[in-house]
């Protein structure tokens, strides 16, 4: 079994709604071999990974995948890879389920499968897919193994090492506690590095925390908790009860300061945390001394406290609030007259709460220095057996992250504990404290039992509360989402999502620039570039995930608009978990063959997603089948529809029933866009009204219009806002490069477009026809290089039914063809087509070619260029230099137009092709006699 491909997708895809991990597999020789079929294979497996027995599989109750591995044949080792990289993802902590393979599909595939399995943490999720591929390989006889597993595999070995990747890259306890309380508010966030530190909440709503320090974490108040000695003093000056305090900065000054204290005395850090360096109940000066040489391994400056007897406990304060007590015990055994104190530790250690660092609940025992020196003063050594019932602890400290256990004792404080803790928290500052109260009974007050505070602690962890050894968890991430999103306060900013074949960037530009005049700070991706309320801050094509979250994660934006391609879909699917609207405009042929899209059919799939995950609002293209199909996918609470056929008989039900719609009327002034929504009837805007249709007569920007107007409406934005929008946005190409720019300054009229399939050619193409046009009609043509040859020969076809002279040429990037096989197809198809030879021409460079259309145009002729490079050729417009042009293709300007020679298709048996270059670098094709 080999490792085709592997894909990560990062939020919503076509495979679930949430983030997978996509192995492309080939199973070779192995597909004649089903799991039932290896000898021995499924008890081997079963007993690398008896947890295998939970999965229910297709059969939905434990002991399902189980069954598929045995009944007959048994399972596919794909569906085997499934499993196994789920369940080798648990052991290392993640809490994931969901799994489904399927066959690749199609004739050279037989064989290949994709395994799609949920991941947490995307580095842990794909290195347990590798291991799970090992483990299976391992398993095999050795005429099935790949090359990738051998006999000297050590399964153990490599879920420890794994285990500890998890540990680095997973989120921790605490930070998890947060997360899961934000979901449950549903309140979105983003990781935003490999650690802990996480934004909640969408633009200039967003909150962060970096485990459980929060952005309204006083950093003043942060620097005084990690002075030990300094938030001493201040509790003290308060009255609250803390332990006498001494600094030393070597062993015979602690020494010195131990006995002024007196006997028994705590040796820590000054600034360290998690019970590292800290020594207890030290009664002798040479104690002290070797506690001072190891508490300075994590500080310079150390603290000599006088020693309070009783237990820790600590006491987690939000927002000035007690939310949780724990008891922390030191980790310890318990002598049984058996085994030997290691013997004990393991035993200990075999305890399935246990695991390495944060993994599990509790954390695994190991001997060190403090073990050590509590042997030592017992006079006992791992080889000790400790008599039945006897306690030996190896901590000092109830530390979890040391092997410590915890009890709830939240529902037993004492009020004046309570206060206490309170206080304490506000005279630090920390709107979320741990504080670390000594005492003998935490349900006595101190002021009749006594104790002390001896720290408080920014950023405390969560570990103890949520998964207590003993006693009721609690739910501390709830008080902590509550203090910074109170009730009523917003997390989410709105989000429209726009997708399709044709339109989106127009319309997501239309919407952006409509809710700009309504006010408000828009995040704009698209395919130029994000921008902030206007300004460009990244260039490129910001269509995918990334953009997205870039928007998200800005704290200036109010409203986010976001052009949505099939391209990021399929890549690592959406940015973000749930859109409020989300539009799709049309479904037309285009990148069809790439990517695992093969049919129109499934490129809806996909463009489906933006529906799926719509909340409010699903606006539908209902001129369209594959679009209208989607209603059944969306939970959104309302659909909307667009139609440009006033007759729509499901759209007329839709109205009926109170439903939203936009319907483009005809009236005897022209044509209206209207809307209705709740039975009211909406007249919007006349067609011609709008900058951006060229007086009506471009009905593709007319849709795009009204699937503008659509979303803004469902966005809450006025009707009379939202008209006002459409009539102040043109498509100059500064508001909407390659969109539709006319350029009006030359004797001939030019319009630039990024059209580059064929239902943007035909949209086009009726625009042309529409338009009053004296002259010729001339078009400067391409497609793109990893299209389908009948997508470009389909392209090429549409722009001759429409154009009286077509050019034909390649973009800058052939995308893996030959440098002039695109203009070949496309003349290949005209020529096939019956398409006058005088008719068309090849220029192979494209500012080569947009030269020679340019240079063509006559007073009253169209030139319409279809770009690429949309920044050089709209130069090219600009600065064009009528009289050089004539010059350089021949001819007069006003004269009889030039003539460029036919080309011949680049085949053998038809002849050649050659390309003539000049001076300026405009190549042209001639026929070559054989």
């Known amino acids: 079994m080999k490792i085709l491909e592997r894909r990560v997708y990062r939020g919503p ?16 020789a192995l597909e004649a071999w089903p799991s039932a079929k290896i000898e021995g294979f499924n008890a081997a497996l079963l007993a690398a990974l008896p947890s295998l027995g939970e999965h229910s599989c297709s059969y939905g109750v434990a002991g399902g995948f189980v069954r598929r591995l045995t009944e007959e044949d048994g399972t596919w080792l794909g569906h085997v890879l499934e499993h196994v990289a789920i369940e080798v993802e648990r052991l290392a902590g993640a809490n994931v389920s969901f799994g489904k393979t399927r066959a690749v599909g199609g004739p050279d595939a037989t064989g290949q499968y994709h395994v799609i399995y949920e991941y947490e943490e995307e580095r842990v999720g794909d290195a347990a897919g590798d291991l799970a591929h090992r483990l299976i390989d391992s398993l095999l ?43 449950a508010r549903d309140i979105p966030w983003l990781r935003l590095n490999e650690a802990s530190l ?18 309204e974490t006083h950093h003043i108040a942060v620097s005084i908790a990690s002075d030990k000695e300094e938030t001493n003093r201040i509790l003290a000056d308060l009255g609250l009860p803390v332990p006498h305090q001494r600094l030393a900065r070597s062993a015979d000054e602690a020494a010195r300061a131990a006995k002024r204290l007196g006997y028994p005395v705590v040796v820590k850090p000054l600034d360290a945390n998690h019970g590292r ?25 150390i603290v000599i406290e006088s020693f309070i007897a009783g237990h820790d406990h600590r006491m987690l304060v939000v927002g000035g609030n007690l939310i949780a007590v724990a008891k922390r015990v030191p980790g310890h055994v318990v002598g049984d007259g058996v085994h030997t104190i290691a013997e004990l530790v393991d035993l200990v250690n075999q305890d399935p709460r246990r695991g390495i660092g944060h993994e599990k609940v509790l954390t695994r025992l190991e001997f060190d220095h403090q073990a050590d020196r509590l042997m030592e003063q017992k006079g006992v050594s791992q080889a000790t057996v400790l008599p039945d019932g006897e306690v030996f602890f190896l901590r000092s400290t109830g530390n979890l992250s040391t092997g410590g256990t915890a009890i709830d004792l939240t529902d037993v404080v004492h009020p004046d504990n309570r206060e206490m803790a309170s206080r304490a928290a506000k005279a630090i500052g920390l709107d979320v404290a741990g504080i670390d109260f000594i005492t003998t009974d935490i349900s006595r007050s101190y002021r009749e039992v006594g104790g002390g505070i001896c720290e408080v602690n920014a950023a405390p962890g969560f570990r103890m509360h949520v998964a207590p050894t003993e006693g009721k968890p609690r739910d501390v991430g709830a008080p902590v989402m509550e203090m910074l999103f109170p009730p009523g306060t917003p997390a989410r900013i709105p989000i429209a999502s726009i997708t399709g074949t044709n339109g989106k960037t127009t319309t997501t530009r239309m919407l952006a620039h409509i809710h700009k005049m309504d006010g408000k700070k828009v995040g704009l991706a698209t395919t130029d570039g994000v921008y902030i309320d206007g300004v460009r801050t990244v260039v490129g094509d910001m269509t995918g995930p990334r953009a997205a979250q870039m928007v998200l994660r800005d704290p200036d934006v109010d409203l986010a608009v976001l052009e949505t ?19 799709v405009l049309n479904v037309t042929s285009d990148h069809l063959g790439m990517r695992g899209v093969d049919t129109l059919e499934q490129l809806a799939e996909v463009k489906r997603i933006v529906v799926e995950v719509a909340r409010d609002c699903a606006v539908l293209n209902a001129d369209d089948d594959l679009c209208l199909r989607m209603a059944d996918h969306t939970k959104a609470s309302r659909i909307a529809y667009v139609t440009m056929n006033p007759r729509h008989e499901l759209v007329r039900k839709h109205i009926a029933s109170g439903g939203i719609a936009a319907v483009l009327e005809e009236q005897i002034r022209g044509q209206m866009i209207t809307l209705y929504d709740r039975g009211a009837h909406l007249p919007l805007l006349w067609t011609h009204l709008i900058p951006a249709t060229l007086e009506g007569r471009a009905l593709h920007n007319v849709q795009n219009a009204m699937f503008a107007a659509t979303i803004a409406h469902a966005m809450g934005v006025k009707i009379e806002n939202i008209r006002q929008g459409l009539r102040t946005f043109d498509t100059t190409f500064f508001q909407a490069p390659g969109r539709l720019n006319v350029y009006d300054k030359l004797p001939f ?11 943007a050619m035909k949209a086009m193409a009726d625009l042309v026809r529409r338009l009053d046009v004296s002259g010729r009609r ?27 002279h077509v050019i034909l040429r390649r973009d800058d990037d052939p995308r893996g063809r030959d440098l002039d096989e695109v203009p070949a197809i496309m003349a290949r198809a005209l020529r096939e087509a019956g398409v006058p030879a005088d008719r068309y021409s090849i220029v192979v460079d494209e500012a080569a070619a947009v030269d020679a259309g340019l240079a063509m145009g006559r007073p009253g002729d169209l030139v319409v260029l279809f770009g690429d490079n949309l920044t050089r050729s709209w130069k ?28 011949v298709v680049h085949e053998p048996e038809v002849g050649g092709l050659t390309l003539i270059a000049d001076e300026r670098g405009v190549r042209l094709a001639r026929e070559t006699e054989d």
């Open 13 to 28: 895809n076509q495979y679930a709604l949430f983030p997978v991990m996509r192995f492309t597999v080939d199973l070779g």
């Open 141 to 183: 006889p050795a005429e099935l193994r790949s090359s990738s597993s051998g006999d000297g595999f050590d399964y153990k070995a490599e879920l420890e090492e794994l285990i500890t990747l998890a540990q680095r890259r997973q989120l921790g306890p605490s930070t998890s506690a947060l997360v899961r309380a934000a979901e």
């Open 198 to 215: 996480v934004q909640f909440g969408h633009g200039k709503y967003q909150k962060r925390i970096q485990a459980t320090i929060t952005s």
């Open 277 to 301: 360096g800290v020594s207890i109940d030290l009664k002798t000066d040479g104690e002290v001394r070797l506690a001072f040489d190891k508490a300075r391994e994590f500080a310079r400056t």
């Open 565 to 583: 391609a099939r391209g990021g879909l399929v890549r690592a699917g959406m940015g973000y978990r749930a859109c409020d609207v989300g539009a």
């Open 749 to 759: 009229k030019v319009i630039l477009d990024y059209g580059h399939n064929s239902a």
């Open 778 to 804: 001339i078009a400067v043509v391409s497609a793109p290089g990893d299209r389908r040859d009948e997508d470009i020969a389909d392209i090429a076809r549409q722009a001759a039914a429409a154009f009286d």
């Open 876 to 903: 090219q417009i600009i600065y064009f230099n009528a009289q050089d042009a004539a010059e350089l293709i021949g001819g007069e300007q006003g004269g009889e137009p030039p003539v460029l020679v036919p080309p």
